[in-house]
């Protein structure tokens, strides 16, 4: 299957902070990509949608303000999360699919932690 | 999420065939998925099945999808250690283009 990298694979960071999170798909142009927020023991969340060169689509409940989301490329989408408390704590996870619309695939996380 | 359901732990023995059930409520979804999570990592696809299929077999994987009961399962034959993990069904319902995932079915697989 095709291979999706996330950037770092874990960061601890101080509250106020801000911390930047890449999604990469390496073999494949992913006009959609999706992130998720993933608790203990739970199911993924998704947070939002973004398509390449516009605007990302948002979750009710999910700030958008809060969480930056950029799809520059067809290859790249990046996560910031902004002015980090501990309850941002958690651990994200990005997707992105191809034009085949039934296939998507998943980065391997990144376990962001606020102190 | 509520529209796909799964149990949550399935106990296997080294050897054994699992089978993971989950069930759907869109019945005119189009593609019904199997993923994979080994603890601290993202998700694996491991197979998906298009809704006008019936089964699907991929090595030690079988799906099979009975559309009339909304129920989809995956079988792994001779279970090994290595498939111990989470399970996740998930389907993108005819009105979306999003997955909607189950909660997980925890996989253990004892000697």
């Known amino acids: 299957g095709a291979v999706v990298s996330q950037h770092p694979s874990w960061v601890i960071c101080k509250s106020g902070t801000s911390v930047k999170i890449e999604c990469r798909s390496l073999d494949f142009q992913a006009t959609t990509m999706f992130w998720y927020r993933q608790f203990p023991k739970q199911s993924l969340m998704l947070m939002a949608t973004?398509?390449?060169?516009?605007?990302?689509?948002?979750e009710q409940g999910v700030e958008k303000d809060k969480f930056l989301i950029n799809h520059a490329s067809l290859t790249l989408s990046t996560l910031t999360v902004t002015s980090a408390h501990p309850e941002d704590s958690s651990f994200y996870i990005c997707?992105?699919?191809?034009?085949?619309?039934?296939?998507?695939?998943f980065g391997p996380g990144t376990r962001l932690t606020v102190t | 999420g509520e529209d796909v359901e799964q149990s949550l732990f399935l106990s296997v023995r080294e050897g054994d065939s699992s089978v993971i059930n989950c069930t759907y409520t869109?019945?005119?979804?189009?593609?019904l998925y199997w993923y994979k999570q080994e603890p601290g990592a993202g998700l694996q696809l491991l197979t998906y099945i298009f809704s006008n299929m019936d089964m699907k077999q991929d090595q030690r994987l079988t799906v099979l999808l009975n559309k009339k009961d909304k129920h989809l399962s995956l079988r792994i034959a001779d279970t090994q250690t290595g498939d111990s993990a989470i399970y996740f069904c998930?389907?993108?319902?005819?009105?979306?283009?999003?997955?909607?995932f189950g909660a997980g079915t925890t996989v253990t697989v004892r000697a």
């Open positions: 973004s398509n390449e060169g516009s605007k990302a689509t948002y």
């Open positions: 997707s992105a699919r191809n034009r085949d619309i039934y296939e998507q695939y």
């Open positions: 869109d019945s005119s979804s189009t593609y």
């Open positions: 998930a389907e993108i319902p005819s009105n979306d283009y999003k997955l909607s």
